[in-house]
């Protein structure tokens, strides 16, 4: 149930229409278009894809493999970097990453081989019947996750495979983490986040226990002292407040938490849907909430963000679905007001003009506006719950401190994905954590177990 | 606008343009929606003695590029499997009805002399313009005793040739089976044996893959296959290179030749005329794309000649021939060094790490600040092969500069290196 803004009234679109706006956004490639695209591969040598691959894929050996009818070696090659294969392939802004660095971006040619959706086409149409990883002759040791999403799955699978037995504690009833609960409904479909959760467990060892949060069923220093080694991947919890006024009169909500249940509901027709809509923030959280609130229905959207385009977080791809969809962007203003109406709903919102001083620093200026709006979502970024964890670990810029191995400032823990300050919060970025911490915790217990 | 037509033993033709003896040419129906295309002559399906043979069901097989464009395509099928007379008739009503294209017959008969004799002179009553000797069928018919089994031995060729020529006053032109180890021998003998012209090549031995589920080559019988003969243009090297030899083999240099093996494109014809050939045969590009392709390939020489400066076939006809020669007259002493246009460089590191594992190890990687790679030809390293050059994906980037070295012509022959100098 999304409380703040259950006075609204559900969306007038028709469920056929529905379906089809939030079916796969990038649908895809047959067998034929998988064959042509693959062979515009140039396989090349210390290849620039694989250098921006977060995840360190050897993106033109699988994409070869393709070419040559090789399905399974091509999805072996993408899981044996990157077990979340199919997700990323999903849901990587490759527009910044390997499809960016692709050569035939260059050569008058401007149009770089489409890498995510032949590791899509890979990783769907793999024989997973049996799981292609095997696991090492068992350690005997054991190691706890915080976590269920993608940097403690990945985790959880590289130590399973080095023979370390896995126990996963998540706080939410299930696995994926955003790949669940966050990811733009359209860009996975079809319980994908399930499926390539229990294709993942399919390695065995590895042991989730659903509805188990850290600070209220389970403490660090239980799991420090019943385990080896502990993994901390919590993501980020809570969302930024705008610290305006009324941020609790209905209307106003987190962008995270009305994904969520969108993401979450079989039925989209049982949705609160508003008229009007005002969304804060400039990353892909506020494009994808921009975009589909869009879609269910709103008339209007509006995506503020105090600076200019060109410093959004979201990649110009993302910005150019949203002005598709009919979401207006506007920039250089800030949020100064929530207005109500007179039953105390979020009305409106006002926003002051801004501007760049000669410094840089942003500042107001003496004009302002005001946009009707029946919600007001606020994407603007969010922080990691650390109330249960400081002051035993040492926080920096609101995330936990690692160090290049993934440890934490406490021995035997180590932390991965969102909830640390290392690189940018993407699917492919946890699963690279998660996997190396995996890596460090196993040559730390391996060696270790020398002495 | 360049003149294309030629004249080939006094026949004349618009276009150097000719259908190869095929599928494509074995009825009137074919060949006149090939004339009303603009083709500039035809060779007849190959005719033999009734009965007819017969074919088998699934027939032909190729070898694919990347892209599934086709490379290589293989055949099993046999001589025309229409009945003689039937074949006569139309070629007589298909020559009536176009009398400035060139049509030529296609024969093969068991090598005996009455068999020949009595072919020649039923093709010379139907008005034709000439003959093409098929010695080169290498499936099927060699087994029995016909085809690439005549055109394999040089003897057979100048004797079958010979009968040829005495039994008809028509122009003769002897069709070569690649499938020999130097096409010179028979070629010589056709020409000893009185022939006007030779064309080649016709298919070679293939086996194109194999469906592995079955552990049986392609093209499928029930549960068998047989090899087949392959054209198409990964035959065009070998066909070029026949047609250079025996342009430049002193017993047959500046005989009348007609290039036959992957013309699919005017710049495949512009090769085998600049090594000799006065008229090209094409037959998978037509098999594959319909009649249509021959306006494509009249235009685009045309231009080119144009271009060129060239007003008719002649004037470049054989240009290349002198160029090509043996190893051994190389210059020793010339010497091209690889360059890279940094403009144009995608960076793949194709051409790095090519040269890298091929001995050479000419081309440097340096790792950049901003995280590309930025590749240089060791110049004191390069050896002048090409192999980069080829591999690099990017028009034009990695070319091969002539490097003065001061130094005259000097051949292998007079090489001080060379421990057997003359
Ligand atoms: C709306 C939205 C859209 C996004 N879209 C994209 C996209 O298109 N492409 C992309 O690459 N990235 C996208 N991201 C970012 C991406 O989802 C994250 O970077 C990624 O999921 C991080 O993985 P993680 O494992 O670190 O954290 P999470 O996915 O957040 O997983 C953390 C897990 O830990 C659990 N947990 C948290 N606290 C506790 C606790 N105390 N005890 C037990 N369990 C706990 C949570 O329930 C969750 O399962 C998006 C993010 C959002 C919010
Ligand atoms: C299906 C098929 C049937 C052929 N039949 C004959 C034939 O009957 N007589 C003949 O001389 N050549 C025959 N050939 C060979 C062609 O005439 C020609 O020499 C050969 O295909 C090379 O030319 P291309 O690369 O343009 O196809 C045949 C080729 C094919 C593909
Ligand atoms: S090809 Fe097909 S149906 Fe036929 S005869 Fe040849 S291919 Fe048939």
Redesign the pocket.
């Known amino acids: 149930m999304i409380e703040p803004l259950k006075h609204l009234e559900t969306t007038q679109v028709e469920p056929e229409q529905l379906k089809a706006r939030f079916s796969d956004i990038a649908p895809p490639l047959t067998e034929r278009q998988a064959a042509l695209e693959s062979a515009r591969c140039l396989y090349c040598y210390d290849a620039p894809c694989v250098n921006a691959c977060p995840s360190d894929i050897d993106i033109p050996e699988f994409i070869r493999q393709i070419a040559q009818d090789n399905v399974d070696g091509a999805a072996h090659t993408i899981w044996s970097e990157n077990i979340l294969g199919g997700s990323c392939a999903r849901?990587?802004?490759t527009e910044i990453l390997c499809e960016q660095a692709c050569v035939r971006n260059k050569a008058d040619e401007c149009a770089p081989v489409l890498i995510g959706l032949l590791q899509r086409y890979a990783t769907d149409n793999a024989d997973t019947s049996s799981h292609p990883f095997t696991r090492a002759q068992p350690t005997g040791k054991r190691v706890a996750i915080?976590?269920?999403?993608?940097?403690?799955l990945a985790c959880a699978h590289r130590l399973a495979m080095h023979g370390h037995d896995v126990v996963i504690?998540?706080?939410?009833p299930k696995a994926g983490?955003?790949?669940e609960y966050?990811?733009?409904r359209y860009?996975m479909t079809d319980d994908f986040a399930q499926k390539e959760v229990e294709f993942l467990l399919g390695i065995g060892g590895i042991e989730i226990v659903y509805g188990?949060?850290?600070?209220r069923d389970i403490s660090l220093s239980q799991l420090q002292a019943d385990y080896d080694a502990v993994f901390l991947?919590?993501?980020?919890?809570s969302t930024r407040t705008l610290a305006l006024g009324h941020e609790e009169a209905p209307g106003v909500m987190s962008a995270?938490d009305y994904?969520r249940e969108l993401r979450s509901t079989d039925d989209l027709t049982t949705l609160p849907v508003p008229e009007s809509a005002v969304v804060i923030g400039a990353g892909?959280?506020a494009i994808?909430m921009a975009v589909q609130i869009k879609r269910l229905g709103a008339e209007e959207v509006h995506l503020v963000y105090r600076r200019g385009e060109e410093a959004m977080s979201a990649t110009g791809h993302e910005q150019a679905l949203a002005r598709d969809a009919g979401v207006q962007i506007r920039t250089w203003a800030r949020p100064d007001a929530i207005e109500l109406d007179n039953d105390g709903r979020v009305a409106g919102m006002r926003f002051v003009r801004t501007a760049c001083d000669e410094n840089g620093r942003l500042v107001d200026s003496d004009r302002s506006f005001t946009l009707q709006a029946r919600a007001i979502f606020k994407a603007i970024g969010?922080v990691m719950v650390s109330d249960d964890l400081a002051p035993t670990l040492e926080i920096s810029g609101g995330k936990l401190l690692v160090d290049e191995k993934l440890r934490t400032t406490l021995s035997g823990v180590y932390a991965g994905?969102?909830?640390t300050g290392l690189g940018q919060?993407?699917?492919?970025?946890?699963v690279q954590q998660g996997k190396q911490a995996a890596e460090s915790i196993h040559q730390d217990l391996m060696a270790a177990g020398d002495h | 606008m360049a003149d294309l037509s030629i004249e080939f033993a006094g026949i004349k033709a618009p276009n150097p343009f000719w259908l190869a003896s095929a599928p494509p040419t074995d009825k009137q129906y074919n060949v006149e929606r090939a004339f009303e295309a603009g083709w500039g002559g035809v060779v007849w399906k190959t005719l033999g003695e009734d009965p007819a043979p017969v074919n088998v069901s699934s027939r032909y097989s190729a070898m694919y590029g990347p892209n599934g464009d086709v490379i290589g395509f293989n055949n099993i099928e046999l001589i025309t499997d229409r009945p003689l007379e039937v074949n006569l008739r139309e070629i007589e009503d298909t020559k009536r009805n176009w009398p400035d294209r060139a049509l030529i017959v296609s024969l093969m008969v068991p090598c005996e002399e009455e068999s020949w004799k009595r072919i020649v002179k039923l093709v010379e009553q139907t008005g034709a313009d000439g003959l093409e000797l098929n010695f080169g069928c290498p499936h099927g018919m060699p087994e029995r005793g016909m085809g690439a089994a005549v055109g394999q031995v040089p003897e057979y060729v100048e004797m079958v040739t010979r009968w040829c020529k005495q039994y008809c006053s028509m122009p003769v032109m002897v069709k070569m089976t690649p499938n020999v180890t130097d096409v010179r021998f028979p070629a010589r003998a056709a020409f000893r044996g009185g022939a006007d012209a030779v064309s080649l090549i016709n298919t070679l031995n293939s086996i194109t893959g194999l469906d592995l589920d079955r552990m049986v080559a392609r093209p499928i019988v029930g549960s068998q296959s047989t090899h087949g003969g392959m054209c198409g243009p990964a035959v065009k090297p070998i066909a070029l290179n026949m047609l250079a030899e025996i342009a430049r083999d002193p017993e047959t240099h500046g005989k009348l030749l007609c290039g036959i093996g992957g013309v699919s494109t005017w710049r495949g014809a512009a090769e085998f005329i600049s090594l000799g050939a006065t008229s090209v045969q094409v037959c998978t590009a037509a098999m594959l794309h319909g009649f249509r392709i021959v306006e494509g390939m009249k235009d685009g020489l045309s231009r080119w000649m144009d271009e060129k400066g060239f007003a008719r076939i002649e004037d470049f006809r054989g240009m290349a021939v002198a160029n090509t020669t043996d190893w051994k007259y190389l210059d020793m002493n010339y010497k091209v060094i690889a360059s890279i246009d940094q403009d144009k460089c995608i960076n793949c590191g194709r051409c790095h790490i090519a040269c890298e594992d091929t001995s050479h190890q000419a081309i440097d990687k340096q790792l950049l600040a901003d995280g590309t790679n930025l590749y240089t030809v060791k110049d004191e390293e390069c050896v002048g092969c090409n192999l980069c050059e080829i591999t690099c994906p990017v028009d034009d980037c990695i070319t091969m500069v002539a490097q003065d070295t001061g130094l005259p012509y000097m051949n292998w022959t007079q090489d001080p290196r060379n421990p057997f100098r003359e």
């Open positions: 849901v990587c802004p915080v976590g269920a999403g993608p940097a403690g504690h998540e706080a939410q983490g955003l790949n966050g990811i733009a860009k188990s949060a850290l600070g991947a919590i993501g980020l919890g995270v994904i892909n959280t994808d969010q994905g969102d909830c919060d993407l699917t492919v970025e946890a």
